[in-house]
């Protein structure tokens, strides 16, 4: 896999995931959304971590720095 993710695109990530991990575990999200709140937190970590969306790939989408 080609890394289609720049940094700051990783740190947003990040960032929102853990935005979701805290909305779940303080109750404020529940139920049905609070499971898909995770899945999504979880693939954003995912992501993040190995610096490839799957979704960016079939666009052709990048956003890491161009290499000259």
Do not use: E, H, Q
């Not at 991990?21 to 999504?40: E, K, N, R």
């Amino acid at each position: 896999m080609k890394k289609n993710m720049g940094s700051t695109d990783r740190v947003i990530r990040f960032i929102v995931a853990a935005i979701f991990f805290v909305l779940y575990f303080t109750g404020t999200v529940t139920g049905t959304w609070g499971i898909v709140l995770l899945v999504v937190a979880g693939v954003f970590i995912l992501t993040s971590l190995v610096s490839f969306c799957p979704l960016y790939a079939p666009f052709g989408l990048s956003t890491c720095p161009k290499k000259d």
